[in-house]
């Protein structure tokens, strides 16, 4: 077999393995988001007379997120945004419109979001009603287990109008409270190392020893999912 013989019978094999390889693949699923057909939602109509001072929202673009109704439907790939203040979910319609959540969603976990210098998921959830009901509490998940590490979000704003200025100047504040969520549903707020330990009971002295090895000051979200991955590691 010569030379051009044996090249054109290798070109043979890599055409037909290509051939076999592309049938093998799975179909991508293309097409309107399904959320954009189930969702029940009213347009966004913003009317904004004053200046604002900080953000009623979690953060304050459009971010991929993975919604899960209240009535445990579950849809990917949402670009949403959550106003805290309002318990508002907006999200961004097919033809890109803004639009407002009316139907009741239990959690929306934001695929990546930076967080103390760290590029990661983050996940806000109701416990009772869902976060797009008024005045719910809306909770971030920091870590999960036996004890749940939960801290609330809440934002209040004040307004102020100087002297000669023609709009009011909307200063929004930003309230966060840590929360330990218990395998049998008690909800209990603690603030700082101490009161933390107190929840942990027979644990305390294992976990507080952890805490000293490794110097945590418990002061950070990221400080408390060390310990709570931890706790929920040694049960």
Known sequence: MNMRVKLLFLLLILIESIDLSAQSRTPV????????????????????????????YFRDQ?????????????????QVKVNIMENLVLYLAEDNKEMISTSAIKRIKFYNVISEDRLGAAVLESLDGGLNRSK?????LLDSGAYTLLKKIAVTYRDNKGYGQSLVTRTFETKETYYCLLTDGEL????GKEAMLDIF???RNKVEAYIDKNDLKC???KDFQKVFQYLNSIL
């Not at 719910?136 to 971030?140: K, L, V």
Request: proline fraction near 8%; charged fraction near 25%.
């Open 188 to 191: 209990v707020k603690f603030k």
């Open 136 to 140: 719910t509490p809306i909770y971030q």
């Open 29 to 56: 699923e293309s097409g309107p988001n399904p959320f954009w057909a189930d969702q029940s939602g009213r347009p966004l109509y913003l009317q904004e007379n004053y200046v604002a001072d900080g953000s009623p």
């Open 219 to 221: 002061r950070t979200d």
């Open 62 to 78: 459009y971010d991929l997120a993975e919604i899960t109704t209240v009535d445990g439907k579950v849809y990917k790939d949402v």
């Open 201 to 203: 009971g027979l644990k």
